[in-house]
């Protein structure tokens, strides 16, 4: 997600005038997510949020009554000397950071009687962010130009190959969903259809999230920890975990490769990066408005 | 040592999946797929057998 708001931030940075409202959301919600995953990651940071500042005020509250300051203080126009609420969609920044600041202050609170009521929170909010981006990142593919790549990317990055099949690269889509999911099945079946468990290997653990799918079944298999498989060498299981960490970092480099199609492919055309399109020839008719 | 078997089939996936990426002719593909497959595993053979005779006669 961070990658994904990183490339909106690119795609939109020269057309704010066009799509504050959309990038916002996108942003707000794409960082939401982001902070919400990471926290469920580290349980500890609802406990950090909670700790006490001083004379009773936690780290989480002090947070948010700081990111209100700086919405209000951005939302004032010192001109009019009024509250303008769309200044604050000029100013990027804002939004994503102050629903993540009231986000992470929501969880902590919830967190502080009972921690895994504030884990259920995250999760949800983590859940819900990630299907608002996928919302909002279509909204942007018919707002900014280069946006149908985007939503290729965030396609791609949910089920292996569909951005390729998306942008009309259908034969590769399918060999690459095909190849994927035969490596993560098989290094599932390795681990005894269990999830690689954070204190397997870490970076396998983030690894094996690469894609929206491997996502959906580890959270249909409860994310159980891994265990070696009956009747297979003991040897095999630690292989096991790096096939479903490799079935995940793949998927990053095809989801990214998605980005590079320019437009859906004529069957039998060379790809864009093998061949690329002869600079146009003829002026662009003039005088558009 | 069974494990090590392993080692073919998700490297080779990781080539194949690298090239795919970066053109279309399936014949290409394949060929540069393999042709990478085999420095690597000569690399990692040739890693192997000195690591091996290190340990045996130093």
Redesign the interface.
């Known amino acids: 997600m961070l990658l994904q708001t990183g490339i909106v931030v690119w795609l939109t940075s020269g057309e704010r005038a066009k799509v504050p409202l959309l990038g916002n959301i996108y942003l707000a919600v794409s960082l939401t997510g982001a902070v919400a995953f990471l926290s469920t990651l580290y349980p500890r940071l609802v406990d950090l949020l909670n700790a006490p500042l001083r004379g009773g005020l936690s780290v989480g509250l002090f947070l948010a009554v700081v990111q209100g300051a700086l919405v209000a203080a951005a939302a004032y126009n010192s001109k009019t000397k009024k509250f303008e609420a769309g200044l604050l969609l000029e100013k990027f920044w804002v939004l994503p950071a102050a629903v993540a600041v009231v986000v992470l202050w929501l969880a902590a609170r919830a967190g502080r009687e009972d921690v895994e009521a504030g884990m259920r929170v995250m999760h949800g909010l983590a859940s819900a962010c990630v299907m608002l981006s996928i919302i909002a990142t279509v909204g942007l593919a018919f707002a900014v130009p280069g946006g149908r790549q985007v939503a290729a990317y965030v396609v791609g990055w949910m089920v292996p190959g569909a951005g390729h099949f998306m942008m009309g690269r259908r034969h590769?889509g399918l060999?690459?969903f095909g190849?994927?999911a035969?490596?993560y099945v098989?290094g599932l079946f390795l681990s005894n259809f269990r999830m690689v468990g954070f204190e397997d290997n870490p970076f396998y653990y983030v690894g094996q999230f690469g894609s929206g799918l491997t996502l959906l079944v580890g959270g249909l298999l409860e994310f159980e920890k891994a265990s070696p498989r009956a009747g297979l060498?003991l040897?095999?299981f630690?292989?096991g975990l790096?096939?479903v960490c490799?079935a995940g970092l793949?998927n990053y480099?095809?989801a990214l490769?998605a980005l590079e199609i320019r437009a859906p492919a004529a069957r039998g055309t060379?790809?864009v990066?093998?061949a690329p399109e002869p600079p146009a020839t003829t002026p662009p008719a003039g005088g558009s408005s | 040592m069974s494990y090590m078997l392993l080692y073919f089939p998700i490297t080779f996936i990781a080539l194949v999946v690298i090239e795919m990426t970066k053109r279309d002719d399936p014949k290409e593909i394949l060929r540069r797929s393999l042709k990478d497959f085999g420095v690597m595993t000569g690399a990692f053979l040739i890693g192997g057998l000195i690591i091996f005779l290190i340990n045996r006669y130093l």
Request: net charge neutral; hydrophobic share 60%.
């Open positions: 590769k060999i690459f190849l994927l035969g490596v098989f060498p040897s095999w630690d292989v790096l096939y490799a793949l480099i095809i490769n060379p790809s990066s093998a």
